[in-house]
């Protein structure tokens, strides 16, 4: 890493998360013998071409090469300017406005997703840094507003078939206790979605079957309290059968406490417009009542 870089450590960690499935595919293809026996492979100086590579990090301003995510996201945002109208001027303006695609998921939530923009979708840890480091953290955005990260083709809604049968985990955080430290949450969570990190099954050698469980992460300002979420596209029912799939929602649970928002296993968070970070199915939410059942990490 060249002394450039002003990341502090957990994000170093999680960013360099996010370079690990694009490093590991970055594998030379061998010359086959036949080949080897026509004389028609050049020995290749591999140091000299490596010396060649400059990447955001060792060279912030010139850069060659682009570090791939593991899977291209978007990012959507919404606030009571977007309601209803076409968004003049946003914290996110310096970004073209593309179109919602037109998918079933977006026609079963139509009125929903009306007056949410769709600002960028990117695919490279360099893009994520560039959107970052040009929009509004979460401390300055509205009330009401609400950053929206997810996997490219996955609509913010619950009708989305990658999102119907699945639920989240969250935590609520009281304002006046977290303005100061909202933004660094959310730039973890980031992190830790397009790093993989949060259910890495994908990435550890699952092969082309292999899909995350996680479909996007959320910040949401309201009047008094910050809410962070990480959606699912799977959700554990009550039945033995879902045992693994309880564990493995559990993971991300903990990794999101501990890891992520810096929290130890044993506290416990839940107080005045607070609570603790905690799993509900989108079914159960609809319920909003004592019936919904709820994983506390």
Not at 1 to 13: E, F, H, I, V
Not at 150 to 175: C, T, V, Y
Not at 222 to 230: H, K
Not at 264 to 271: I, N, P, T
């Amino acid at each position: 890493m060249s002394a450039t870089s002003t990341l502090p450590g957990p994000a170093l960690q999680a960013s360099r998360a996010a370079l690990s499935a694009a490093l590991a595919d970055q594998d030379i293809q061998s010359p086959t013998d036949e080949e080897l026996e026509n004389g028609e492979i050049q020995e290749v100086d591999m140091q000299a071409q490596a010396e060649g590579i400059r990447t955001v990090f060792s060279d912030p301003t010139n850069f060659n090469v682009k570090h791939p995510l593991y899977s291209p996201w978007t990012l959507w945002f919404d606030s009571p300017a977007t309601k209803g109208r076409n968004l003049p001027q946003t914290p996110v303006s310096a970004f073209p406005q593309t179109p919602i695609p037109q998918t079933p998921g977006v026609a079963a939530a139509q009125g929903w997703m009306e007056d949410i923009k769709r600002v960028i979708s990117f695919d490279s840890v360099e893009e994520f840094w560039g959107l970052y480091n040009n929009i509004i953290p979460p401390s300055q955005l509205p009330q009401k507003a609400n950053y929206y990260l997810f996997k490219e083709g996955i609509i913010p809604a619950w009708e989305d078939e990658a999102n119907k049968n699945g639920g989240k985990w969250s935590i609520q955080l009281p304002k006046d206790k977290n303005r100061a430290h909202v933004d660094k949450m959310w730039l973890y969570t980031m992190l830790a979605a397009i790093g993989e990190t949060f259910d890495p099954a994908p990435t550890q050698g699952g092969g082309g079957n292999a899909v995350s469980l996680i479909t996007g992460v959320i910040v949401s300002t309201r009047p008094q309290f910050y809410r962070l979420s990480i959606w699912t596209r799977l959700a554990p029912n009550t039945n033995d059968d879902d045992a693994a799939l309880r564990s493995r929602i559990e993971g991300v649970g903990k990794h999101f406490k501990i890891n992520v928002l810096g929290y130890s296993e044993s506290q416990r968070l839940a107080g005045p417009l607070a609570t603790e970070v905690e799993f509900l199915s989108h079914k159960d939410s609809e319920k909003k009542g004592k019936s919904a059942r709820k994983i506390i990490a």
